[in-house]
């Protein structure tokens, strides 16, 4: 069984747009829809992937959480999400756990906040209480401008803040700041997702050297679909030198321990 833990797909109408916004940036690998999604899983034997999804506005939180729990259904499991500028986040994140959702996706350049603004800590002792894990966006974005409002280093900061919060740091905790990771949060209690941790943008050896030594046990499969093929991520990762038993933690065993499935 193999699971893709991150991954991305729109509502029909919304589909179409989100797609060209980022053409000529980034490159999509399917239509953007559920549909979409569910073809390149089958093409690639994915057989279940996590879509994370982002608030894009406070006045949008009810209806994207909404629109999160009807589409949280297999093969695809959907995480909700809080704006940090919505007026009762922690009224959304009850809202997120009655309906069975099993985390949060936040992006800091897109939602423009940082992770040590005070004013958000009553959301991550909340997410700690009620079990939601927290993903997160770190680093470069090609859709955004440095100097990006996270990193390595503040995330690493932001874990020993909140030491219980389950964390999964996106794009291997730092987007294309590769060093930064192995220097700050390789061998953290942080998983990392493999999301665009590509052999465009990185070589096998360091990739290989940031699983061992932060530890399979806390890496997750991704491969940021629509923005990335399915089926060449995980073709890259299968050609790195890693143990059947590595392998086997990567591509299901972490993340069905975080979804409890
Ligand atoms: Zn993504």
Redesign the pocket.
């Known amino acids: 069984m193999i699971i893709d833990f991150?991954t991305?797909f729109y509502p029909e109408k919304v589909a179409p747009k989100a797609i060209e916004v980022c053409a000529g940036k980034i490159d999509a690998y399917s239509d953007g829809t559920r549909a979409g999604l569910e073809k390149s899983m089958c093409v690639a034997g994915i057989d279940l992937s996590v879509a994370?999804t982002v608030v894009n506005a406070p006045e949008n939180s009810a209806s994207i959480n909404a629109w999160a729990i009807r589409e949280n259904r297999m093969p695809i499991i959907s995480t909700g999400g809080i704006h940090p500028d919505e007026p009762d986040p922690l009224a959304t994140l009850e809202a997120i756990n009655a309906a069975g959702l099993p985390g949060i996706k936040l992006h800091p350049e897109y939602q423009r906040f940082k992770f040590d603004e005070e004013r958000l800590f009553p959301v991550w002792e909340r997410c700690e209480e009620l079990g939601l894990f927290v993903v997160t966006?770190v680093g470069y974005d090609a859709m955004y401008e440095p100097p990006y409002l996270s990193d390595p280093e503040k995330l690493a900061e932001f874990h020993r803040r909140f030491p219980g919060l389950q964390l999964v740091l996106?794009h291997l905790g730092g987007m294309a700041m590769w060093d930064e990771v192995e220097k700050y949060l390789v061998g953290l209690p942080v998983y990392l997702d493999l999301?665009?941790a590509t052999k465009e943008y990185i070589t096998p050896g360091q990739l290989t050297r940031i699983i061992k030594n932060h530890g399979a046990n806390r890496i997750l499969f991704g491969s940021?679909s629509p923005?990335y093929d399915q089926t060449r991520q995980l073709k890259f990762i299968r050609s790195l030198p890693l143990t059947n038993e590595e392998q086997e933690l990567i591509f299901y065993q972490n993340a069905a321990e975080l979804l409890k499935i």
């Open positions: 991150h991305h994370l966006h996106a999301a665009m940021d923005w």
